[in-house]
């Protein structure tokens, strides 16, 4: 399994609270995604990362913000959690082997109050 | 929009007995497809893929078949097994600008659940 790690597992918070999950990655991949997965809509991509320092929008970013420092960390922030933001969150990794094979973490369990 | 859709949020098999899974695409030009399985509280599992120069790819008791002029891929799996039960997601790789960054747009789902 590849080494992906995501903090917190579950999180309970409050509408308006500003939240960061975090993913770890011990590949040494320079690709990084954050999705979000809700029932009727498989996964959607949040935002993505394709080096260090170099981030871009999915087709759901509103309402959130990404960080990368560092190789293995990709931080994910609701700036001002809503209820619509009561998702499983799940970060992947990809070196773009020829397939596009990503590798998943085992996801966070958000919910907003 | 939806570019990649699968349009049976549910199928229920007996053990055994062949499990086809449907997925549908828009963009013709994706020229990856990939399949995911995902069980209950885990991430997404890489399945299967095949490249749009290809009609068919097998591994094991997983077939993967691409009908580009249907815009139609297909999953198969023989014989079907209690343990294969779980969300199946198909993908492709998004592109934009002349390059992808591996983005994937996946589909929906299909829970899958095989009775022994």
């Known amino acids: 399994d590849a080494g992906i790690t995501q903090s917190p597992r579950h999180k309970v918070t409050e509408t308006g609270t500003p939240v960061t999950l975090r993913c770890h990655q011990t590949e040494n991949h320079r690709y990084m995604y954050w999705y979000r997965q809700d029932p009727g809509h498989g996964l959607r991509l949040i935002h993505y990362s394709y080096g260090v320092k170099d981030t871009d929008k999915g087709e759901v970013s509103d309402g959130y913000s990404v960080s990368r420092s560092k190789t293995e960390d990709f931080l994910l922030t609701l700036e001002s959690a809503t209820s619509s933001q009561t998702s499983v969150y799940f970060c992947a990794i990809s070196d773009l082997g020829l397939a596009y094979e990503q590798y998943f973490g085992p996801g966070t369990r958000l919910t907003v109050t | 929009d939806q570019q990649v859709k699968q349009n049976s949020p549910s199928l229920s098999v007996q053990e055994g007995r062949i499990s086809i899974l449907n997925c549908d695409y828009t963009n013709s030009m994706f020229d990856y497809f990939l399949w995911y399985k995902k069980y209950p509280a885990e991430g997404p599992t890489f399945l299967i893929s095949?490249?749009?120069?290809?009609d068919k790819n097998e591994d094991g008791r997983f077939t993967v078949f691409l009908n580009k002029s249907a815009k139609h891929l297909s999953l198969h799996i023989v014989p079907s097994q209690p343990g294969d039960s779980a969300v199946y997601f198909c993908a492709a790789p998004s592109w934009a600008g002349g390059t992808s960054y591996g983005k994937l747009t996946f589909g929906q789902g299909t829970i899958l659940t095989v009775h022994p």
């Open positions: 095949i490249s749009s120069i290809k």
